[in-house]
T-cell receptor, first 114, second 115 residues
């Protein structure tokens, strides 16, 4: 069965420091991969996606993620974290067809310290 | 920027009552979804809807749940007889056409509290 693992439940990073949030997936083929962010009281906002091609994808708000097939990973990175990045981050996968379910990880809560 | 709109933001109901959660997807989108997130747990898929019929549903989506697109803009989730364990945040999502059909955009959610 498809699954997504986000090993870190909560991460605290100093403002200005770099960030990496881990995501591992289990899926028979190469799925579509996504990172969403949820700020308090807000919905899920799409940060970036990977469908095919270049394994390093750029997203909004200065985030990037790298797809590594050999490790079944899709880790999210940001070189310099801002206090406004404090939120919950969800990795998700889906089969490469429309109208199908996104399978989410449990999420990683990011706190930013000054 | 177009967005998915959900109403109400918070719904409180008594156990056994029917509730309808409402969503207005992005206007030119063709695929519609409902997810839920029980407090402290992961976001779970409930159902997807395309061309006026359910295209996929999870085991959570039992006979107590139904979805409808009553007009050209709304997409609703009905829970016929709510249970305590239905308390959760419910998210609506939609996706478009062509290359965008696999990108789901989410609303802010409706928090359902069953007492």
């Amino acid at each position: 069965a498809q699954s997504v693992t986000q090993p870190d439940i909560h991460i605290t990073v100093s403002e200005g420091a770099s960030l990496e949030l881990r995501c591992n997936y289990s899926y028979g083929a190469t799925p579509y991969l996504f990172w969403y962010v949820q700020s308090p009281g807000q919905g899920l906002q799409l940060l970036l996606k990977y469908f095919s091609g270049d394994t390093l994808v750029q997203g909004i708000k200065g985030f990037e993620a790298e797809f590594k097939r050999s490790q079944s990973s899709f880790n999210l990175r940001k070189p310099s974290v801002h206090w406004s990045d404090a939120a919950e981050y969800f990795c998700a996968v889906a089969p490469n067809q429309a109208g199908t379910a996104l399978i989410f990880g449990k999420g990683t809560t990011l706190s930013v310290s000054s | 920027e177009p967005e998915v709109t959900q109403t109400p933001s918070h719904q409180v109901t008594q156990m056994g009552q029917e509730v309808i959660l409402r969503c207005v997807p992005i206007s030119n989108h063709l695929y519609f979804y409902w997810y839920r997130q029980i407090l402290g747990q992961k976001v779970e898929f409930l159902v997807s809807f395309y061309n006026n019929e359910i295209s996929e549903k999870s085991e959570i989506f039992d006979d107590q749940f139904s979805v409808e697109r009553p007009d050209g803009s709304n997409f609703t989730l009905k829970i016929r007889s709510t249970k305590l364990e239905d308390s959760a945040m419910y998210f609506c999502a939609s996706s478009g056409q062509g290359n965008a059909k696999n990108i789901q955009y989410f609303g802010a959610g409706t928090r359902l509290s069953v007492l």
